[in-house]
T-cell receptor
Framework: TQLLKQSPQFLSIQEGENLTVYCNSS?????LQWYRQEPGEGPVLLVT?????EVKKLKRLTFQFGDARKDSSLHITAAQTGDTGLYLC????????????FGKGTKLSVIP | NAGVTQTPKFQVLKTGQSMTLQCAQD?????MSWYRQDPGMGLRLIHY???????DQGEVPNGYNVSRSTTEDFPLRLLSAAPSQTSVYFC???????????FGPGTRLTVL
């Protein structure tokens, strides 16, 4: 079983601060996805990274896939209260595989 | 285009009762899956299907049955509910070659 470890598990920060969330594994993934989940709703895809070393930016969010395709990070610049939620990383083991392995998530609270 | 829909939104069962959680998607996706989400455990795959008539077990299949008679529908059956099945259940769908899984809004199940 491929495991994805997310850290930190909980994060509470003031509005305007920067933060980084990590997703690490000992296994190689063909792609890695980041989802955001709000209370009472299903996860929604933020980004997919496929190439080792890839960096993708989505407004104030920066996603990076490690060179070895075993880890990823999500960096949020100048956090806003609307960023509050559960952030999940998920790895796809093979290019033709539908199945995803999810990390346990990072619960982010941004305080005004 | 409703995406992925799930019913019911909430359900309370007594131990030993059976029920079916409904999931439907209108995106003509081949791949559908069921996850359960428990506090501190992330999303765990219960069963999945790569097309009508084809299903397979995920990480935590015990106590659950599925079938896939049409592309659109993928119901999850609890044969004899147990308190350990208290959880939030999410259905998701995806198309071949796509990295994105689209999630439904979830069913919150409590087994007393």
């Amino acid at each position: 079983t491929q495991l994805l470890k997310q850290s930190p598990q909980f994060l509470s920060i003031q509005e305007g601060e920067n933060l980084t969330v990590y997703c690490n594994s000992s296994s190689v993934f063909s792609s890695l996805q980041w989802y955001r989940q709000e209370p009472g709703e299903g996860p929604v895809l933020l980004v997919t990274v496929v190439t080792g070393g890839e960096v993708k930016k989505l407004k104030r969010l920066t996603f990076q896939f490690g060179d070895a395709r075993k880890d990823s990070s999500l960096h949020i610049t100048a956090a806003q209260t609307g960023d509050t939620g559960l952030y999940l990383c998920a790895g796809q083991s093979g290019a033709g595989s539908y199945q995803l392995t999810f990390g346990k998530g990072t619960k982010l609270s941004v305080i005004p | 285009n409703a995406g992925v829909t799930q019913t019911p939104k909430f359900q309370v069962l007594k131990t030993g009762q059976s029920m079916t959680l409904q999931c439907a998607q209108d995106m003509n996706h081949e791949y559908m899956s069921w996850y359960r989400q428990d506090p501190g455990m992330g999303l765990r795959l219960i069963h999945y299907s790569v097309g009508a008539g084809i299903t397979d077990q995920g990480e935590v299949p015990n106590g659950y049955n599925v079938s896939r008679s049409t592309t659109e529908d993928f119901p999850l059956r609890l044969l004899s509910a147990a308190p350990s099945q208290t959880s939030v259940y999410f259905c998701a769908s995806s198309s071949p070659g796509a990295h994105t899984q689209y999630f439904g809004p979830g069913t919150r199940l409590t087994v007393l």
